[in-house]
């Protein structure tokens, strides 16, 4: 039985089960293939087939959501009967703003089959080209690549299925105790490079003896994609979520010029609808520095009065954007390098942290590679920082110096999420802290 | 067919294709929450999921696989495809992989539970949270939440070496918190912990924390802070609470003595660690007052179990003692690495996820003070508590720490609240500065702590109390 069929017959039953209901379902099958690296070896290579199944119900003002995933007609029984026998006695949900209606699919999901089928011994071979790149240098990291089927069905007609693939290889090389790093991700495998990869991360490594420590101080940097993947994965996070907009938890203001006019960005999802059954379309949210749009999942858009974008997650946190990215600029890194008289280029951030949500104050520390850059030329390794950084200060208005030519998608945490992120030459950046403490 | 069957079904199978080791975990497992937000349930979610997963071990490589499917001939395709994924692993192929010696037992095991907290009534359990949630709203909180999780769990563990295990682990826990929100900034009070309490316990855990008796509290101090004055910046005599210490241990210590953080197998993701084994036994890492432990036989605390996810039995060792570093946490293979003799602190979080070395309970052995008398004999110092946020380098070593509220203490007197108080330091330096520790002993639960790819989300146990450290650095200003 596929995920349609899987959806489609726990609908039946549960419509069944509870006259008068709303009721949705999502069933989600995955695959995923993993083959972790460290000290230069595969240490761990996981693959699971999982198949799960989620049924929401609202009946009589009371909402419930069960998951399962127990797919026999036993367990799918089982499922309706739990909903039923929870729903009754849930506490109430004024806030239910209604099933999706239908609407057909505005995206479709982009599957390549070689990615689909890939084997242990196909992501393994991306292994080997990393850790042969990498020229006897300590290696660590991972690839994975992953399917996914899913299906929505709800009892007012939605009626949608979608597949999708995911591809990443994620490194580094180790020298001295020194790090380097590349990211990649793509919803095919074949545009790993793993030679690449592991020769971009080995050279960062090598280039990083004998660093200097610096003192804390507002610096002038160039932040590399994967640095600025994490000010994407923040922004999805805390800033443009509706919810925390319309509790006022977050700075993001629609209309207003919140970003230096040389940001725009964009969600580009990779799966074209989500678990409320909202088909979902690629969503500007700053365009030339001005803040355009929030992403909605059905009671943020029901509060607004305006129409979900597709991007429902969970209740209690809100609309969810996995698939941020900037818009490319124009110019390379090595450009932005010459035009720095004292500064720092960073390669990524780590272990970030909010210590405000709605001024988007951060702190966290650089990781992989930072270097001091003087008159125009990259001329030492620089010991790691900590910094504490409001993130909507550091894109503002006159603050963004450069965008990189090259916007490179880079894995996140979540299966199918990705950030789409160039380099970003920025005229502020707070460190407040050094290796020292 | 029993779960045990199923089990062996895997095991059988990955030794015929090959495996000269193999493990199999059936699990089923429960899951219930609701979060409730300024009096209406916003989310309520009740999780059922059950499967099977097999590790097989084919010369130094390991293979695993997964599948929710239980049933005999599908146990045996796990097994044989954990085999052939392990196989594959040889293509970048590494060190010979031994397993420390580990009692192979038969054996039953049971958290404690005197209320099933999924028998709970649905209503009751709302009713808990939007009473809680409104109270705060009518004390000044702009957004006042609640939350409970409820997770129930059974195990059938076994081995090529024989083992065979059941265990059913229950664990619940709930929290409040409060969000006052001013013209630039949020403040947030949290109770009884930033992300709640929890433990391997019953529904009568959520009952003794009186959620209600502590909402008007926290709403009124969460709009106070809005207007208290800025923590000072500088360096200065930093008391903590108990709460707040359970983070620091999970963080600078708990993570730096994971023995796959310091062998390098988590360092692309997770990072490594500052400690060198060769310094084990001999390294000091905090003062004579600092007593670490790794213990999953402390009753009701999240981190405790009968058998780890390879089938090793709970056991107490030291990880410091008087100061100095004397263990870590460790899993059969990398202890068999590393020399040591002792694995037990193997966990995953599903059937679907490769077990991996995870904290237990790690937590501090009690001091000889009481908080009131470590405000009584500071000067001049700042006292902080309950979390705010967390940050820490991938050695373990230079961390940032925020806090919900501060309070002055001047002259041995707790005088008045502080806001955005942070504070930031250098892990060994920082406890080597611990000159006085609270007896007041409270087992904090962390149902958070993630790690591993794909991420897994560990329950960790943190036994910690008041303490007192000299000259840190507080008040970093973004």
Redo the contacts between chains.
């Keep these: 039985m596929n995920v349609s069929q899987t959806a489609e017959q726990v609908l039946d039953l549960a419509v069944r089960a509870l006259p008068g209901a709303e009721v949705d379902v999502t069933a989600d099958a995955v695959h995923?293939g993993?083959?972790?690296?460290?000290?230069?070896?595969?240490?761990?290579?996981?693959?699971?087939?999982?198949?799960?199944v989620r049924l929401r119900a609202h009946l009589d003002g009371r909402?419930?959501?069960?998951?399962?995933?127990?797919?026999s007609p036993e367990g799918l029984t089982?499922?309706v009967s739990?909903?039923a026998a929870?729903v009754r006695?849930?506490?109430?949900?004024?806030?239910w703003p209604g099933l999706a209606p239908a609407a057909p699919l505005v995206l479709s999901g982009v599957v390549d089959e070689a990615t689909r089928d890939a084997?242990?011994?196909d992501r393994?071979?991306r292994?080997?080209d990393f850790?042969d790149a990498a020229g006897g240098l300590?290696t660590?990291?991972?690839c994975?690549t992953g399917h996914w089927s899913g299906a929505y069905r709800n009892s007012a007609g939605q009626a949608l299925a979608a597949q999708a693939t995911t591809a990443e290889l994620?490194?580094?090389a180790?020298d001295a105790g020194a790090?380097g790093?590349a990211r990649r991700s793509s919803v095919r495998l074949s545009d790993l490079d793993g030679a690449a990869q592991g020769a971009r991360a080995a050279a960062k490594a090598r280039s990083q003896a004998d660093p200097v420590e610096l003192p804390p101080d507002r610096y002038e940097v160039i932040l590399e994609p994967e640095a600025v993947a994490d000010l994407l994965t923040n922004f999805a996070l805390f800033g443009f979520n509706a919810k925390a907009v319309q509790?006022?938890?977050s700075f993001a203001e629609v209309g207003a010029a919140q970003f230096d006019e040389a940001i725009s960005l964009y969600d580009e999802p990779r799966e074209p609808f989500d678990g409320e059954g909202t088909p979902r379309t690629r969503l500007a949210l700053v365009e030339k520095g001005v803040t355009t749009a929030l992403a909605h999942d059905r009671r943020t858009a029901a509060v607004a009065g305006a129409a979900s974008t597709g991007h429902g997650g969970?209740?209690?946190w809100g609309p969810i954007l996995n698939n941020l990215g900037f818009a490319p600029g124009a110019g390379s890194t090595e450009e932005m390098i010459s035009r720095i008289k004292r500064g720092l280029l960073i390669t990524d951030l780590?272990?970030?942290?909010?210590?405000?949500?709605?001024?988007l104050?951060?702190?966290?520390?650089t990781?992989n590679g930072v270097w001091l850059i003087e008159g125009g030329e990259v001329t030492r390794p620089v010991r790691?920082m900590?910094f504490?950084?409001?993130y909507p200060q550091a894109l503002g208005p006159g603050a963004v110096l450069g965008v990189g030519a090259e916007a490179v998608p880079q894995p996140s945490?979540v299966?199918l999420g990705a950030w789409t992120a160039p380099a970003l030459h920025l005229a502020s950046w707070?460190i407040?802290?050094n290796?020292?403490? | 067919m029993s779960f045990f069957d199923v089990a062996e079904a895997a095991v059988a199978a990955a030794l015929d294709a090959g495996a000269r080791y193999a493990d199999a975990r059936v699990m089923h497992k429960r899951y219930e929450s609701m979060e409730a937000r300024n009096g209406e349930v916003e989310e309520l979610n009740s999780d059922e999921s059950a499967g099977i997963g097999v590790r097989a071990l084919v010369g130094s490589s390991w293979g695993f696989y997964a599948v929710p499917d239980l049933s005999d001939s599908a146990a045996r395709l796990a097994g044989a495809r954990a085999t052939a994924i392990a196989k594959a692993s040889a293509r970048v192929a590494g060190p010979g992989v031994d397993l420390v010696p580990t009692t192979v037992n038969t054996a039953t095991w049971a958290s404690e539970c005197r209320i099933d907290p999924l028998a709970v009534p649905l209503s009751d359990k709302g009713d808990l949270l939007t009473h809680a949630t409104k109270t705060m709203v009518e004390h000044g909180a702009d957004q006042a939440t609640g939350v409970y999780q409820i997770w129930d769990t059974r195990k059938w563990f076994v081995s090529s070496e024989g083992h065979r295990i059941d265990q059913h682990v229950r664990e619940c826990g709930a929290g409040i918190q409060a969000t006052a929100i001013g013209e630039g900034e949020t403040q947030v009070r949290s109770y009884p912990a930033a992300r709640g309490q929890y433990g391997t316990r019953g529904w009568e855990l959520v009952q003794g924390l009186d959620l209600l008796a502590h909402a008007p509290r926290l709403a009124e101090e969460s709009r106070e802070l809005l207007t208290a004055p800025l923590c000072p910046s500088g360096e200065t005599a930093l008391i903590l609470g108990g709460e707040q210490l359970f983070l620091q241990i999970h963080e600078s210590v708990g993570h730096a003595i994971e023995l796959d953080r310091i062998l390098g197998w988590e360092a692309a993701f997770a990072g490594t660690s500052w400690l060198d084994l060769s310094q084990l036994g001999s390294l000091r890492y905090g003062s004579e007052l600092m007593n670490i432990t790794i213990d999953p036989t402390l009753p009701g605390a999240l981190g405790s179990f009968g058998f780890d996810d390879e089938g090793t039995p709970a056991a107490k060792r030291y990880a410091v003692k008087d100061g100095i570093w004397v263990g870590v946490l460790a899993g059969r293979d990398s202890a068999a690495l590393a020399g040591l003799d002792y694995g037990g602190s193997v966990r995953a979080d599903g059937w679907a996820r490769l077990p991996m070395v995870r904290m237990t309970n790690v937590g501090l052995e009690p001091g000889p003070h009481t908080l009131e008398q470590i405000i009584a004999e500071t000067d001049d110092g700042v006292f902080m508590e309950h979390n705010r946020s967390w940050s820490i380098d991938d050695k373990r070593l230079n961390f940032q720490f925020g806090c919900e509220i501060a309070y002055e203490v001047k002259n041995g007197k707790k005088g008045r609240m502080l806001r955005n108080p942070t504070y930031t330091g250098i892990g060994p330096k920082f406890w080597q500065s611990m000159d006085m520790l609270s007896s007041e002993i409270e087992y904090w639960g962390t149902p958070n702590c993630g790690k591993g790819q794909p991420t897994q989300v560990g329950h960790t146990g943190h036994p910690s109390a008041p303490a007192r450290f000299r000259n840190v650095r507080v008040g970093v200003r973004a």
């Design positions: 995923r993993l083959t972790r690296f460290a000290n230069s070896r595969i240490h761990q290579n996981v693959a699971e087939d999982t198949v799960s909402t419930v959501t069960t998951t399962t995933t127990l797919t089982s499922l739990r909903t929870a006695s849930a506490p109430r949900d004024p806030g084997s242990p011994d393994a071979a292994v080997r850790v300590e660590a990291g991972y994975q994620d490194g580094i180790r790090d790093v509790e006022r938890r969970s209740a209690a780590w272990y970030t942290r909010v210590l405000d949500p709605r001024t104050a951060l702190t966290g520390l990781r790691n900590r504490t950084q409001l945490r299966f707070n407040t802290g290796a020292s403490g």
